[in-house]
């Protein structure tokens, strides 16, 4: 688990904002000793000179544990001093409010041995005033990679260029934070207290101004418009009325009558009607002829087993006007098995047909 | 009292070869599926009263239907409202992404608890405000955004980011004056947090991050966020944490502890949990390591492994073992490997020494090419 940063409560619950009366000094530091804080705060009274921003110090804890990536040792440093990463001081410049104004490369480029490379960057002090800085690092390897191994070297020419920029951005925060290059192990396992103003969320004026941010904000971040779509109720928009009152099958230009394809029927077609229009066309594309082989019977009677012989019967009939399975053609076995291997719901289609016959027919007679 | 789970980075997908034999589906996803039912289910039985995910549903940015279905059927028994926030990984197409689409299949309160774009809901008194995934396509295409430096972009960004969180502050108080509390889920970078490994090499600097400090001063009672796959408490006071991803992604998560959080919320309080989930192992061996009884349902691979381990016998030591899948086995590379040739670390003079170092012409050639650097560089 890492080290954990934290924000003191300062910033009151929205519904606990107490009166304005006036600028006040506002005492901090009773809290944050500098026997356990690395206080990196100019002042130790602070002034608050009106109730829209309230001061915030953040706390921030460096792991001192050597995997811990945030402080490192070389020889050049005192024993048992050790000095922030670089990551460790892009965390307190990022919590102090540094910006970086400009980051560039000095040198010519020619010589592939040598960058030098210097960053200015700005800070806002809590009684408002900017602090800018810079910090620049010439790194040559001709000088300094003497006696170093190949491999060495080489891992140095790849990162040349990013060490030296980093090393230049350390240089800078260090000067605007007043940091020492290294510190005793002991200090930097004290936490950092920085202090910083914030907006007063609790007062209802800070409130209503950024309530009146939010649309537009949203808009200029995430595009206009869409989001308010999606989160409006969806209108039901009744169908609208047909407006080509010409009848049916004939054509609204010229008045003559047209056939209509199939497609545009207004008719249901039932799904035991599908069916059996499939089967008629598969029997009269199936090239068999004659009366059904013994091979095809076996397989229908396996096929059809489970459906009933009234089930069987009623489809045969229908479709074929076939009075007893025997009288079955060679042709239409094959559209059976056909369409039998082609759909694997195929009994159940020819259940639902069965049913919808059923059903026709007992129409029929009862008309 | 409000009692929430939240959750993140579910990343639903297809990983690896390995199929699963009852379904025929890809067996890591049917792990991950798994993983986000036990997510689900475990809210419900740990009486949350909402579940809440902060983004990357899927790997791929624009999953197909059968997908977004599958993902649906897992979170399926769930707390009585489920809340969703959109995440980098799921991609929007004409304003519409996964979260939009499952937005109109959620419980109770639907597409209201669907978030593309920033927002409040509720959960009985306690408000969730919501910040989606934020990047800088949209603003580079505005006007006086096309060219400036990608630091100065990513400043507006950030400056309109933390207006917004205000604003969504603004908005819950505006709506109830007195609430149990304001809890902000998003799914963003915040400084000070830490990325996995494979994620540091994908994302990099390259992306906005957010000032958790800054957010945390808001006054929220709790910021969850999702995003970074690595479970964090970057602040207790107020907390902001990171739920991390709830499997394994690949070996640079091996080491870390996946689960999601279930909090209780109030005035002022916020009381959280980490619960784990029964995510998949990943197991790497190094050297002559012998094979470890970890390996049994783990995805194994084996990196550096000593000249003399035949990889192919290991491949089989490790299926009899029990191992999940096999990801990759391979050798230490030996000093060959790496020594010679061309590479970027060598200077201009020491390629062209390289380069033509088994020609027969060498000396001539290695010396007009002296020339011509010496020509250029002047």
């Given amino acids: ?367 | 009292m409000t009692r929430i789970g939240f959750t993140a980075d579910l990343h639903v997908d297809e990983y690896g070869s390995r199929r699963d034999p009852a379904t025929g589906l890809n067996a890591r996803l049917v792990d991950y599926l798994e993983t986000v039912r036990f997510v689900s289910t475990q809210a419900l039985a740990r009486g949350c009263d909402a579940l809440v995910i902060a983004g990357d549903f899927t790997e791929r940015r624009h999953p197909a239907p059968w997908l977004v279905g599958t993902i649906q059927d897992a979170l399926e028994e769930c707390p009585p409202e489920l809340i969703i926030v959109r995440g980098n990984h799921d991609g929007e197409i004409a304003g519409a992404s996964i979260v939009t689409v499952m937005g109109y299949g959620l419980n109770t309160r639907g597409w209201q608890n669907a978030f593309a774009r920033p927002g409040v809901t509720w959960v009985k008194r306690t408000a969730i405000a919501a910040i989606p995934y934020l990047d800088r396509h949209w603003l580079r295409t505005q006007p006086g955004f096309e060219d400036v430096p990608e630091s100065q972009l990513f400043a507006a960004l950030a400056e309109q980011y933390m207006a917004i969180a205000r604003g969504l502050y603004a908005e819950a108080y505006a709506k109830h004056p007195d609430p149990d509390g304001v809890v902000l889920v998003c799914h963003q970078t915040l400084a000070g947090a830490h990325l996995s490994a494979s994620q540091q090499a994908f994302l990099g600097d390259q992306q906005l991050v957010i000032d958790a400090a800054d957010l945390g001063a808001i006054g929220f009672e709790g910021i969850v966020a999702g995003h970074l796959h690595r479970h964090q408490v970057l602040s207790t006071d107020p907390p902001i944490l990171y739920t991390g991803s709830v499997e394994r992604v690949d070996f640079g998560e091996q080491d870390e502890v996946k689960g999601f959080v279930i909090a209780e919320v109030g005035p002022g309080r916020f009381e959280w949990e980490f619960v784990e989930t029964p995510a998949r192992r990943y197991v790497t061996l190094t050297g002559t390591d012998p094979i470890p009884p970890t390996v049994n349902d783990a995805i194994v691979r084996g990196v550096d492994l000593d000249p003399a381990v035949d990889l192919i016998a290991l491949r089989e030591d490790l299926g009899r073992a029990g191992a999940f899948e096999v990801a990759e086995l391979r050798h230490r590379p030996g000093d060959d490997d790496v020594a010679g040739g061309m590479s970027e670390s060598l200077s201009a003079e020491e390629a062209l020494v390289a380069y033509f170092a088994d020609d027969p012409e060498a000396d001539a050639l290695i010396e007009r090419g002296r020339a011509i650097l010496a020509e250029v560089g002047s």
């Fill in chain 1, 1 to 367: 688990m890492p080290k954990e940063s934290t924000t003191t409560a300062l910033a009151t619950r929205a519904s606990a904002v107490p009166e304005w009366a006036g600028p006040k000094e506002v005492e901090l530091l009773g809290s944050f000793p500098e026997s356990k804080y690395n206080l990196l705060v100019p002042t130790v009274a602070i002034r608050q000179i009106n109730p829209y921003l309230v001061p915030d110090i953040e706390v921030v804890q460096l792991s001192t544990d050597a995997e811990g990536g945030d402080i490192y040792h070389d020889s050049q440093m005192k024993d048992n001093h050790f000095a922030p990463t670089a990551r460790a001081l892009a965390r307190l410049a990022s919590v102090a409010g540094i910006t970086q104004l400009d980051s560039r490369r000095m040198d010519d480029g020619k010589d592939p041995e040598i960058v030098e490379w210097r960053v200015e960057i700005e800070m806002t002090l809590p009684s408002g005033r900017v602090v800018r800085g810079f910090g620049s690092k010439r790194i040559d390897l001709n000088q300094l990679a003497k006696g170093w191994t190949p491999q060495r070297l080489a891992k140095a020419r790849e990162h040349l260029v990013a060490n030296a920029e980093t090393k230049a951005f350390n240089r800078a925060i260090r000067s605007v934070l007043s940091l020492h290059g290294s510190f005793p192990k002991s200090q930097l396992a004290k936490p950092f207290a920085i202090l910083r103003w914030v907006p007063n969320m609790a007062h209802p004026d800070v409130q209503k101004a950024y309530l009146g941010q939010l649309a537009p904000a949203s808009a200029r971040l995430f595009g206009p418009t869409n989001g308010d779509v999606e989160r409006q109720e969806p209108l039901l928009i009744e169908q609208a009325p047909d407006d080509d009152a010409a009848p049916e099958g004939v054509d609204t230009e010229t008045g003559e009558r047209v056939e209509e394809p199939d497609w545009a029927s207004t008719q249901t077609v039932t799904p035991g009607e599908q069916f059996v229009h499939k089967l008629r066309e598969w029997t009269e594309s199936s090239p068999a002829k004659g009366t059904a082989t013994q091979k095809q019977r076996d397989a229908l009677k396996e096929l059809l087993r489970g459906l009933g012989q009234a089930n069987v019967m009623t489809v045969l009939g229908a479709v074929w006007d076939l009075k007893a399975p025997g009288d079955i053609s060679s042709a239409q076995a094959d559209a059976i098995l056909s369409m039998a291997a082609e759909d694997e719901h195929f009994a159940t289609s020819w259940a639902t047909a069965a049913g919808e016959l059923a059903v026709a027919t007992a129409g029929e007679g009862d008309a």
